[in-house]
């Protein structure tokens, strides 16, 4: 009897570290979703821009809401990890939701000559490494192995998204500016050469497990 009264109470179980918590309504992913939510609206806006002929002054609409989606791309990220609040959500959407806003306006703008010839090239460069590095990373990740974002690869991003809000512009920046379009398509192009550099940079990292799974 003594014995058990001198026994102290089980100590509560740990909370768990915050990091680990699930962060799917916090300011960081709220920012990722509604880099979402603006890929619908960009792509409207050129929709109804050039095949709905509702007038230039929907680029520009189109712009603004893609600059903001663009800089959600930096705050999201910096704030999960300012506050501790990464997460698995906001880690899966936070590039699907980049590649989502690019490839819907390269295609776009495809589709109503902003982007035409030999610059269909740069895109279907971009949007090829898009799929194929998306591919290898989910395969990696199967096997538990991690490939961080390179610095190049981060400048590579930075460089694409600035080429396609300047084509996003395009006819109605010409009118206030001429030689925007032509801007934008060589930093499309640059951000194309880009794009092949890391994404062979990405595979020769993965290349080792590749070569090691098929033995």
């Given at each position: 009897m003594a014995e058990a009264a001198t026994r102290s109470p089980p100590s509560p179980a740990p909370s768990p570290p915050r990091s680990a918590?699930?962060?799917?309504?916090?300011?960081?992913?709220?920012?990722?979703?509604a880099r979402c939510v603006?890929?619908?609206?960009?792509?409207?806006?050129?929709?109804?821009?050039?095949i709905l002929a509702g007038g230039m002054w929907l680029r520009w609409v189109a712009l603004a809401i893609y600059i903001a989606?663009?800089?959600t791309d930096f705050f999201d990220g910096?704030?999960?990890?300012?506050?501790?609040?990464?997460?698995?959500?906001?880690?899966m959407l936070d590039p699907i939701a980049d590649k989502l806003?690019?490839?819907?306006?390269?295609?776009?703008?495809?589709?109503?000559?902003?982007?035409?010839?030999?610059?269909?090239?740069?895109?279907?460069?971009?949007?090829?490494?898009?799929?194929?590095?998306?591919?290898?990373?989910?395969?990696l990740a199967e096997l538990r192995?991690?490939?961080?974002?390179?610095?190049?690869?981060?400048?590579?991003?930075?460089?694409?998204?600035?080429?396609v809000g300047v084509?996003?512009?395009?006819?109605?920046?010409?009118?206030?500016?001429?030689g925007v379009s032509l801007v934008g398509l060589t930093l499309l192009w640059v951000s194309a050469v880009l794009t092949l550099y890391t994404?062979?940079?990405?595979?020769r990292a993965g290349a080792r497990h590749l070569v090691e799974d098929g033995q």
């Open positions: 918590r699930g962060h799917a309504f916090s300011l960081p992913n709220l920012l990722t979703y603006a890929v619908p609206l960009v792509a409207a806006c050129l929709f109804w821009s050039d989606a663009a800089v910096y704030l999960a990890r300012a506050w501790s609040q990464q997460s698995a959500i906001g880690r806003l690019v490839s819907t306006c390269l295609l776009m703008m495809a589709s109503d000559g902003t982007i035409r010839g030999w610059s269909l090239w740069a895109a279907i460069v971009i949007l090829c490494r898009e799929i194929l590095v998306s591919g290898l990373r989910e395969f192995v991690s490939v961080p974002v390179s610095r190049l690869a981060k400048w590579k991003t930075t460089l694409q998204l600035v080429a084509l996003i512009a395009g006819p109605a920046g010409e009118a206030v500016l001429p994404g062979y940079d990405y595979f």
